[in-house]
């Protein structure tokens, strides 16, 4: 965000005092500032959010639906929705591309996948559009999963309207780096092949001139190296936090894990208790130095970066400069509703807010 204390703080103080009285020319009033002003409906209740119709929505595209969003705290809604765009974010959560398998004369692995950027209007929020970069049609981008010491090949087509690349964090050669081999729009390609090392969490994102606009655009996604002895069983799941400038003025006006504000919010994510739960976290977001994430009701286990299966922190708060990433893990102790959010507070009241719905 630009100017935080003048923008969420602001419109929510005043937003609770005149919420009695308030409608929805006088809440954009107090907004002025068009999406954040329909992101924090999202945290008024229901009465209140009916009143704020997505098409007045300043500074984005929007739907002529315009429907309503979910609840604050507790979510209203049961069966979890796909975006317009063909974005499923629960989907999301727990697919990860394995690419093509095959074996190599020396017996090494080989995995091969396909990345294909486009530009594509993405929807952000119910009834918010944001002209997104994409790789493979969304944002984040898919999640690149293989073996430590797995040979992967990445044929990258550019189909968008911009040079793009894929730059990848880990250890690999000069000229695979995504930092140089610039591949021109309209159809340009480059194939990626290195071997995957170190095993851990990292990260992949375009490297083209102006960083900012092309890592703001959406062009980003996970990449996770297994340990040659896997990590033990659990529910796995990736998250990506992100944001978007929905009015171009070099702020975010949202803020999500997994491409969609409050999407986990209204549809909590179901776990049991003692459920050994991983995540895969990192921050792509741009234009804020830091991102966080906290849980609510228990304590997960930190492995910066995931490289090193022994140490950890244990802890209920971290925080993510931009490429950071890490792998939590933990299992609830109790049943109920339980949220996971941005403790930058802001970030949550614009969208980075989540549930685990922790069943007996
Ligand atoms: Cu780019």
Not at 44 to 67: D, I, M, R, Y
Not at 214 to 225: E, M, P, S, V
Not at 293 to 322: K, S, V, W
Request: include cysteine.
């Amino acid at each position: 965000m630009k100017h935080p204390k003048q923008k969420a703080s602001q419109i929510l103080n005043n937003s609770v005092i005149e919420k009695k009285n308030l409608s929805r020319r006088a809440f954009l009033k107090v907004g002025s500032l068009g999406a954040i002003g329909f992101a924090l409906a999202n945290l008024l209740p229901g009465s209140l959010q009916s009143k704020v119709n997505a098409e007045e929505v300043q500074g984005s595209k929007t739907s002529s639906s315009g429907h309503g969003h979910g609840g604050h705290m507790m979510s209203t809604k049961k069966n979890p929705t796909v975006m317009k765009h063909g974005h499923d974010p629960m989907k999301f959560l727990t697919h990860f591309d394995y690419g093509k398998e095959s074996k190599l004369p020396n017996g090494q692995t080989l995995r091969e996948y396909t990345i294909v950027a486009e530009d594509k209007e993405i929807e952000v929020a119910p009834g918010v559009f944001f002209p997104a970069w994409t790789y493979n049609g969304a944002v984040p981008g898919p999640t690149i999963r293989c073996t430590e010491g797995d040979r992967v090949k990445i044929r990258f087509i550019n189909n968008g309207s911009h040079a793009h690349t894929i730059h990848f964090h880990g250890i690999h050669p000069a000229n695979m780096d995504g930092s140089f081999e610039i591949v021109p729009p309209g159809g340009g390609t480059f194939t990626y092949e290195f071997d995957a090392l170190p095993f851990g969490l990292h990260v992949y994102h375009c490297h083209t001139i102006p960083f900012t606009k092309h890592i703001a655009k959406g062009l980003y996604g996970t990449f996770i190296i297994d340990p040659k002895t896997p990590r033990p069983p659990a529910k796995e799941m990736v998250m990506v936090m992100n944001g978007y400038d929905t009015n171009f003025d070099g702020g975010n006006e949202f803020y999500t894990v997994n491409g969609v504000a409050f999407y986990y919010n209204d549809y909590p994510i179901k776990v049991k208790v003692g459920e050994k739960l991983r995540i895969y976290l990192s921050n792509m977001t741009e234009f804020d130095l830091i991102n966080s994430f906290h849980l609510h009701g228990d304590m997960f286990r930190y492995y910066p970066t995931g490289t090193n299966l022994e140490q950890f922190e244990l802890t209920d708060t971290i925080m993510q400069a931009q490429g950071q990433r890490g792998i939590i893990e933990f299992s609830f102790t109790h049943p109920g509703p339980f949220m996971f959010h941005a403790h930058v507070n802001e970030f949550t009241e614009l969208g980075w807010l989540g549930l685990f719905e922790v069943e007996k």
